[in-house]
């Protein structure tokens, strides 16, 4: 192993990778193969594996001589390139920074196998201190077990060190001084009714086709005609990307009439069948550099004309599929609710996959 790994091109990407001659895993750059920045990273990724090599050189136990500081640096270069979505770094990223911030902060000169269940559970005290909601603290501790998982796995970690970390059982309801999230309640429809006239028609469009097909908010905002076949009805829109796309899940979206009536006359202005169906001709941080609407633009308008009022209270876009979903499920039930907003697990949905689609149709007709 004293030759240094070699720098390679990924010919269908074009990005740059090396492998890892540790764990015998690619791993691939965030630049194209060639460029100025891949050349530092490459240097930067030399460097640590030169760190490595120095402490199995040294005869020295794995991850003795890594910090938790350092661990953290190197998690989030690999995070970087690790939580991408088409180019582009996900919120993953600095969710995972929020979570390694206290870790960092009061632990990051410590030795990482010294970093044990009383240290997790000080930075764990110190999101409780800050006023993190219980549910989210879980889920950043989880977060943190996962850089030693990756630490362990580099040989960066012993696994005596992360085994000890999974003892530390997570906060339960009740039982902590953590704050409880609160439920998101669903808006009620004479709510929007009141709010629809003070919109702008896009948004008010959006708003209504949202209801209707019970969508998230960010799959109503990026609607295009390509995405929408309409040789049949109920019309069904695949949308290009989604929540949930990570999990290798698909995302199927039934258009009724109420829908449909709203969008054909949009498809039909719309200048290509790749062109966004809701367009925005402001222009700031709330808007797409592409020009389709951003979900914070979304709510942020829903948001101005709920302030135009003081009879309307304020909600979210977030809020309308809990309105649909109660509507669904009080009159077709709970197996209904659950196709139409897309929440069955992968295995569920491939057992049941011929007759939720058929529900899914019928409910779509029905009721949008």
């Known amino acids: ?75 989030m270069a690999h995070a970087r390139t690790y939580y991408v979505k088409d180019g582009k770094e996900t919120s993953q990223v600095s969710t995972v920074q929020a979570a390694l911030r206290p870790v960092n902060n009061l632990f990051g000169t410590l030795p990482a196998d010294d970093f044990g269940p009383d240290q997790l559970k000080a930075a764990r005290q110190w999101m409780i201190g800050a006023g993190w909601i219980r549910q989210s603290i879980n889920s950043q501790v989880q977060r943190i077990r996962q850089v030693f998982r990756w630490g362990v796995e580099h040989g960066l ?43 702008s028609s896009t948004v008010r469009e959006m708003v209504e086709v949202q209801l209707h097909a019970d969508m998230r908010p960010g799959e109503v905002t990026i609607m295009r005609p390509c995405d929408i076949d309409r040789r049949d009805v109920p019309w069904l829109y695949v949308p290009c990307k989604h929540k949930t796309q990570h999990h290798g899940k698909q995302r199927r979206i039934y258009l009724g009439p109420k829908a449909r009536a709203i969008l054909a006359p949009l498809i039909l202005k719309c200048p290509s069948e790749e062109a966004w169906l809701f367009q925005s001709k402001c222009r700031g941080p709330f808007v797409h550099r592409r020009s389709h609407w951003t979900v914070k633009g979304y709510d942020k308008a829903i948001y101005r004309a709920c302030r135009k009022s003081p009879a309307i209270p304020d909600w979210t876009p977030g809020q309308l599929r809990h309105t649909q979903a109660t509507v669904i499920r009080a009159a077709f039930g709970a197996e209904a609710a659950q196709v139409i907003l897309g929440h069955s697990q992968l295995e569920t949905s491939q057992i049941y996959a011929e007759r939720n689609e058929k529900l899914a149709r019928d409910v779509a007709e029905k009721i949008g």
């Not at 010919?11 to 890892?20: F, H, I, L, Q, R």
């Not at 895993?25 to 891949?38: I, L, Q, T, V």
């Not at 970690?157 to 003892?167: C, G, H, M, N, P």
């Open 157 to 199: 970690v012993r696994t005596e060190t992360l085994a000890a970390l999974k003892t530390v059982p997570g906060l339960r309801f009740g039982r902590s001084a953590a704050v409880e999230a609160t439920p998101v309640e669903p808006v009620p429809l004479e709510v929007v009714e009141r709010t629809l006239p003070r919109l």
């Open 1 to 75: 192993m004293s030759r240094l790994p070699k720098l390679c091109r990924h010919k269908a990407s074009g990005k740059a990778y090396v492998t890892d001659p540790y764990t015998r895993r690619e791993h691939y750059f965030r630049a194209s193969y060639g460029s100025p920045e891949c050349r530092r990273e490459y240097d930067e990724w030399v460097r640590q594996l030169l760190d490595r090599r120095r402490v199995v050189a040294s005869g020295a136990p794995p991850g003795s001589s890594v910090t938790v500081g350092r661990l953290i640096v190197d998690f």
